[in-house]
């Protein structure tokens, strides 16, 4: 069972910073089956990133994913207010998520 | 507008049943896998079960032979009909569509809370 570790736990940054944010793999993953999700409170996770780097539908350009093997990251250039929320990662080919990263307000 | 949308949720007795539903509409439901997906007040998202157009299903280990998935295309509507309810499937669950292509999950509903206590 391929295990997913996101680091750090939680980033805390001011709006208009850069956010990266990792995924490992315990195992390698192939890149057509790691996605990120974007999710705040009170709400259901919404796709941001499949396929590792491909933006999914009205996803701002400010996110973008990178990464294969076993190391992948989402990068957010520019937080927006409306950014800050948990984000996980997801390996789909077994379905497992990461067990997420919080970016909060610094 | 493609939508998903869960019912059937409440509390529940451990050792009890549920059965949730969850209605799908804006998409052609046949064409596509379905999944459920859980998560614990505080807690991270946890894959329940998944099923394939062609009726094929799949479950982790923690829900395997307690919790059933099927879908009725005719009615665009996919189950969760769960058994042997444990304080540890107290939960958010969601149901979400898998991509056509790649299979990562696009579209999500809102979700339905159950609770297992006595």
């Known amino acids: 069972e391929i295990v997913l570790t996101q680091s750090p736990g939680t980033l805390s940054l001011s709006p208009g910073e850069r956010a990266t944010l990792s995924c490992r793999a315990s195992?390698?993953?192939?890149?057509?089956?790691l996605a990120w999700y974007q999710q705040k409170p009170g709400q259901a996770p919404r796709l941001l990133i499949y396929?590792?780097?491909s933006r999914a539908t009205g996803i701002p350009d400010r996110f973008s994913g990178s990464g294969s093997g076993t190391d992948f990251t989402l990068t957010i250039s520019r937080l927006e207010p409306e950014d800050f929320a948990v984000y996980y990662c997801q390996q789909y080919g077994s379905f497992t998520f990461g067990p997420g990263t919080k970016v909060d307000i610094k | 507008e493609v939508q998903l949308v869960e019912s059937g949720g409440g509390l529940v007795q451990p050792g009890g049943s549920l059965r949730l539903s969850c209605a799908a509409s804006?998409?052609?439901?046949?064409?596509?896998?379905m999944h459920w997906v859980r998560q614990a007040t505080g807690k991270g998202l946890e894959w329940v079960s998944a099923?394939?157009?062609?009726?094929?299903?799949y479950y982790p280990g923690s829900v395997k032979g307690r919790f059933t998935i099927s879908r009725e295309n005719a009615k665009n509507s996919l189950y969760l009909q769960m058994n042997s309810l444990r304080a540890g499937d107290t939960a958010v669950y969601y149901c979400?569509?898998?991509?056509?292509?790649?299979?990562?999950?696009?579209?999500w509903g809102q979700g339905t809370m159950v609770t297992v206590s006595s």
């Open positions: 396929g590792a780097s």
């Open positions: 804006g998409f052609t439901f046949s064409s596509y896998d």
């Open positions: 979400a569509r898998g991509q056509v292509v790649l299979g990562a999950f696009d579209i």
């Open positions: 195992q390698s993953v192939s890149s057509s089956y």
């Open positions: 099923i394939g157009t062609a009726g094929d299903t």
